[in-house]
């Protein structure tokens, strides 16, 4: 199977992606007499270890020949891994920059294939307390810049806003930063966090916290339906609105490889975007790239 050195973001069914993985992968497949085992290494997004982690262990089971190594550290750190080298495939819940494609094509003389992996509705986290029913995205940006830092400001209780999210490594941070806060800073109050896990455990013990992250770390938390401006509804990140597109931050989760994949790369990226790997994507918590068909 051949790949586009890029593949298009437009449409949610069609794509998907996010933590980093390199690979290094033998030219003799594992399966057939007299092949050497073979390692390949994932680095990238903490937003996609748990599924990277997943689709690893699922592998090897049918592939014995085959160790996939996968690693954490946020999506920058395994876009620079795939730049440098150190990496076979990258995990990224963010888009690759232009400038980073650039130094992927000086330092390796190849263009970046883009692939998309699964799909995720970036959530809103509150505590379980909290009786906030729905922001807009004007309003999470002001809450995060700090210019709303009390929840009566919002239609909640006259209590301060504890602001939590994702260290400035993450794909997860540069989305939400893009997209909710058009760029401008965090508050200083901002809390940044190593994982999605710790900021979900840090609402969760928080009446006052808010936080965001991957739809696949939500739980035992309140996740916010959200409205794309103060006009339109407040739209729940489910599977079906991250499909129709009316969730406003639906995103794609990320595969990076220096040139499109090929041998046992090609067969594991292959397989992830098959039946078996994406029924993993749905059972880790995100969403298959495709709906699944109805049943009979």
């Known amino acids: 199977m051949s790949y586009p050195q890029t593949m298009s973001r437009k449409h949610f069914p069609l794509l998907t992606l996010s933590m980093l993985f ?34 690893a262990e699922d592998y090897m089971k049918g592939h014995p020949g085959t160790t996939i190594q996968v690693t954490a550290g946020g999506s920058g750190t395994g876009i620079a891994a795939l730049i440098n080298g150190t990496t076979q495939i990258c995990q990224a819940s963010r888009p690759m920059k232009p400038e980073e494609k650039a130094s992927l094509r000086q330092q390796r003389n190849a263009d970046a294939a883009e692939i998309p992996v ?4 970036l959530a809103i986290y ?41 260290e400035n490594s993450s794909g997860t941070y540069v989305y939400f930063k893009e997209h909710v806060l058009a760029n401008a800073d965090f508050a200083e ?3 940044a966090l190593p994982g999605t896990g710790a900021v979900i455990n840090a609402v969760k013990k928080d009446a006052g916290g808010i936080g965001y992250g991957g ?10 339906p959200v409205a794309k401006d103060a006009s339109a509804p407040a739209v729940a990140p489910s599977m079906e609105n991250v499909y129709n597109n009316t969730y406003p931050l639906s995103r794609n989760l990320f595969w990076y490889t220096a040139g499109a994949p090929t041998g ?10 098959g039946p078996e790997g994406q029924k993993a994507v749905s059972e880790v918590g995100f969403y298959p790239l495709k709906a699944p068909k109805p049943s009979q």
Not at 215 to 224: E, N, P, R, S, W
């Open 118 to 121: 699964a799909l995720d509705a």
């Open 126 to 166: 509150l505590n379980d307390r909290n009786p906030i029913e729905h922001l807009t995205i004007e309003q999470l940006g002001r809450i995060f810049r700090g210019e709303i830092a009390n929840w009566k400001e919002a239609g909640g209780p006259d209590a301060p806003i504890v602001l939590y999210g994702r």
């Open 264 to 273: 046992a790369i090609e067969e594991l990226v292959d397989w992830v975007l």
């Open 189 to 191: 109050k901002y809390q």
């Open 215 to 224: 739809i696949g770390y939500a739980t035992a938390v309140k996740t916010l």
């Open 22 to 55: 390199l690979m290094s992968a033998c030219a003799q497949p594992p399966d057939q007499p007299g092949a050497a085992n073979q390692t390949i290494t994932m680095k990238g997004s903490d937003t996609m270890v748990q599924l990277g982690q997943r689709w």
